[in-house]
T-cell receptor, first 114, second 114 residues
């Protein structure tokens, strides 16, 4: 079946602009996660959605970062007023409830802030 | 706080040789442990997982890992490496309740010599 998809695959933006990154999880997966992968910081958790529960935003690095999940499916990660340190690969993952937290990752969006 | 240590940043092995990638974790309860592989420009692919039960778990592509509670380790092994195994390997720890975000190690880059 279809895996996790993310768009765009690459995004180049100018410092100060806003960007939106999209994630489409595996059908039927109730949990959705955003991670960031950068050279200096490795793989970092950003935010987690589970069903209709309030999201776990504990990993968001600043209030410029936000995310929403509409209809329990597609999620959008928004970065406002981008900075050069936001340059990274943003990975989305999903898992099913009761699945032992086995997370399946998308191919990522490579964000470059110039 | 949970953490994962992968002591080897870079490992080079000859094709056909055996492989062991080290992973040590710190976690307050019985952990859920994972190994992921990432090829250049790709997302993370789940190789194998440990939740409970048999401490030796088998994964895809001929990989296996052994959970040793006394040593807080979850090392990844393969008896005979193929050139296509060249990639970066990440160990991760998480839970199936509460804070479900995975904590990743810094990764081990595997190079395979012909």
């Amino acid at each position: 079946g279809a895996g996790v998809s993310q768009s765009p695959s690459n995004k180049v933006t100018e410092k100060g602009k806003d960007v939106e990154l999209r994630c489409d999880p595996i059908s039927g997966h109730t949990a959705l996660y955003w991670y960031r992968q950068s050279l200096g910081q490795g793989l970092e958790f950003l935010i987690y959605f589970q069903g209709n529960s309030a999201p776990d935003k504990s990993g968001l690095p600043s209030d410029r970062f936000s995310a929403e999940r509409t209809g329990g499916s597609v999620s959008t990660l928004t970065i406002q007023r981008t900075q050069q340190e936001d340059s990274a690969v943003y990975l989305c993952a999903s898992s099913r409830q009761g699945g032992g937290n086995e997370q399946y990752f998308g191919p990522g969006t490579r964000l470059t802030v110039t | 706080a949970q953490s994962v240590t992968q002591p080897d940043i870079h490992i080079t092995v000859s094709e056909g040789a055996s492989l062991e990638l080290r992973c040590n974790y710190s976690y307050g309860a019985t952990p859920y442990l994972f190994w992921y592989v990432q090829s250049p420009g790709q997302g993370l692919q789940l190789l194998l997982k440990y939740f409970s039960g048999d401490t030796l778990v088998q994964g895809i592509k001929g990989f296996e890992a052994e959970f040793k509670r006394s040593q807080s380790s979850f090392n990844l092994r393969k008896p005979s490496v193929h050139w296509s195994d060249a990639a970066e390997y990440f160990c991760a720890v998480g839970a199936d309740t509460g804070r479900r975000a995975l904590t990743f190690g810094s990764g081990t880059r595997l190079q395979v010599q012909p």
